[in-house]
């Protein structure tokens, strides 16, 4: 056990004669440990964008809300009579009249 562990820090397990199966073992582990970095650092970074994506979308909505709701107040009469008072204008106090088209035929 103790010449295992000597072998091993000294590095002779690389530069022995069957040292070509523990190369390709080192370089295999290393081909994967990089995948799974490149891994990690693109599921980082799609976790980033849907979290700068969920706010965009949170901000859309409140202008959309917002913008929606001054919509609903201007097109209130109230507002549209105090906007028509300013230009000189004034509701009508005679009701409309029905205009009925009768066919020609």
Request: charged share 30%.
């Amino acid at each position: 056990m103790k010449k295992r562990i000597q072998k091993i820090l000294k590095g002779t397990f690389l530069v022995s004669d069957d040292s070509f199966k523990n190369w390709r073992f080192i370089i295999f582990i290393s081909g994967l440990a990089i995948v799974m970095i490149a891994s990690s650092h693109s599921a980082d970074k799609k976790v980033y964008e849907i979290a700068r994506l969920n706010n965009e979308v949170k901000e859309l909505r409140s202008n959309f809300l917002d913008g929606r709701s001054r919509l609903m107040r201007l097109k209130m009469e109230s507002a549209v009579i105090a906007k028509m008072k300013e230009k000189g204008l004034a509701p009508s106090v005679i009701p409309p009249k029905k205009i009925k088209v009768k066919s020609q035929n």
